[in-house]
């Protein structure tokens, strides 16, 4: 039951769509980005939003978590490259 908010067709929380994702499964995340220019962080496990980041200007094109680092990069169409610490 806790996992059927996955299965949703929608999960709320951007507009208008979704553009990327990655799971980060150390953390039990699951992070989404946006046209509308943002990052969400999930709970994998039961769904909620845990935190947004912004600061792009653009649309997010791409993303990437770096293990090694425990880091989160985001591409946009703004020509931007941002480090974000995925915690």
């Not at 996955?6 to 150390?26: A, K, N, W, Y």
């Not at 935190?51 to 993303?63: A, Q």
């Not at 978590?65 to 941002?82: C, H, I, K, M, W």
């Amino acid at each position: 039951e806790s996992e059927d908010w996955l299965r949703s067709e929608d999960v709320g929380g951007h507009i208008p769509r979704v553009t990327c994702m990655v799971c980060v499964p150390d953390e039990q995340a699951l992070f989404t980005a946006s046209s509308d220019n943002t990052v969400k962080k999930w709970n994998v496990k039961t769904g909620p939003e845990l935190k947004t980041l912004d600061g792009h200007t653009y649309g997010i094109t791409c993303m990437v978590y770096v293990p090694e680092e425990q880091a989160l990069f985001t591409a946009s169409s703004d020509n931007g490259l941002r480090p974000r610490g995925a915690g």
